[in-house]
């Protein structure tokens, strides 16, 4: 590995910006990763650009530092485009700690298909079908996945033990655990699915939140069928991936910080969350108000 030298004030900068990174609720590898890309950054500014602190004359613009850098990933390190959007958006951290805008820069395309999510219309239609349900297992399913966000594999291997419902709030643990927490129509679902499933199951050994008719653990083809059954009811061809791509595209485009929608979907990378703010054809606010949060 490579040593970084850097001159005192960039020393100064990115030992306190990583005493910063170490408050945040982030990974361990994506502290990681932030710190490791943004000494390599200022190690081009000092080695490329001869600077020695952040403090740029007005004639020069950041947006064409950050340009040239690009650049730089590209021919020199043949970087891909996901690599240097990850830079990017490590680089743009390390500015707003430093109180510096350095404007809008632009990303390299991104060569994965815009998450699908569910219109406006097609939510509520969805939310319709749900309470429509009889099967209080069938509707505490339903709203986990469309109102958390989790995996279908993750709704799956979720146990008894990972739910904490009170009066007023509740969460859920995914099995990397991940702390996400539940809305009250969702907290409202589960209570009444652990009210049955106690009456169906009795004191059952599974620990298995949900249980198919024999008593052991759901399966993700049953998870898949039940999604796909209520949809639909709503005239709506959909699985769990579209109901985790809503719930996620609702969040960021309510305005909800990258990072803490990372977080609850578990991406690795923010670039991964910012791809769900693409798509802004309908109404995110009224949305969610169509969805009895």
Known sequence: MVRIILPPQLSELIARYDQKLSEKELSQHTKRAYLSRNKKFLSYLYESEGMISLNIPDTFKWSDIITRYKEHLKNEHQASHNSINNSLTAIEDLMTFSGIDIGAVERETWPKSTPKSLSRDEQERFVDA??????SKDRAIACILLYTGIKIGECVALDIDDIYITAHTGRITVKDGRV????TVARRALVQWLIDRHK???????????LNPQGNRLSTVGVDLIVRKIGHKAHLNLSAQVLRDTCLSNLVRNGNDLLLVAQIGGHRTIETTRRYSVDRNFDAHQAMEGLRQ
Do not use: D, M, Q
């Open 200 to 210: 169906k199951f009795g004191e059952t050994t599974e620990r298995a939140l949900f």
């Open 130 to 135: 749900i309470f429509k349900t009889k099967s």
């Open 180 to 183: 996400v927490p539940l809305n």
